[in-house]
């Protein structure tokens, strides 16, 4: 009777590897333990190693959430940054209004209006307006991930 004393040489370890990294977006030692993988198989290993080149020749391109957040600070750029257009330009006019309506209020002297009207109102739309673009950057970026993890799952198992 033989045991395999590392397990994470055995074929199917390999390719539940394969996943691990793919979900943690390290996709070149995803590709090198894929690469292991196909030599334990049998027969169609050409065709197969192929196919994880092709694979992986085309990474998913990630947003960069630094990058995302920085431009949050100005309402609009970081949704349009995360590929949303119609959004972005309706939390730049949402916030511009509520601004214009707080600054029109103080150069008529109704102060109270302007603080409660316009500043309150204000600090919900421009602080929710960098969160949902914060978190429309992450989203995109596990969609593209996503994706092509999904790719690589439905090429290997079958």
Same mark, same amino acid.
């Given at each position: 009777?033989?045991?395999?004393? #590392? ?23 995803? $590709? ?6 196909? !030599? ?5 290993? #050409? ?5 994880? #080149? ?8 990630? $947003?960069?959430? $630094?990058? *995302? ?28 209004? !509520?601004?214009?309506?707080? !600054? ?13 009207? *316009? ?30 993890? #999904? ?8």
């Amino acid at each position: 009777m033989y045991l395999n004393i #590392d397990s994470s040489q055995c074929s199917s370890t390999l390719l539940l590897q394969v996943f691990v990294y793919n979900e943690l977006l390290r996709y070149q030692e995803a $590709k090198t333990i894929a690469d292991k993988w196909v !030599v334990t198989l049998e027969g169609n290993q #050409d065709k197969i190693k192929k196919e994880i #080149d092709d694979i992986y020749k085309k990474l998913p391109k990630q $947003k960069s959430e $630094k990058l *995302g957040r920085f431009l949050a600070y100005v309402p609009g750029l970081g949704h349009l940054y995360a590929g949303n257009t119609l959004e972005g330009i309706s939390a730049f006019l949402i916030n511009a209004s !509520v601004l214009t309506f707080g !600054v029109y209020n103080v150069i008529t002297a109704n102060y109270i209006t302007a603080y409660l009207g *316009g500043a309150g109102i204000l600090s919900g739309t421009y602080f929710g307006s960098y969160e949902r673009a914060n978190l429309l950057i992450r989203k995109h970026n596990y969609k593209t991930s996503k994706a092509f993890n #999904d790719k690589v799952r439905e090429h290997l198992l079958n």
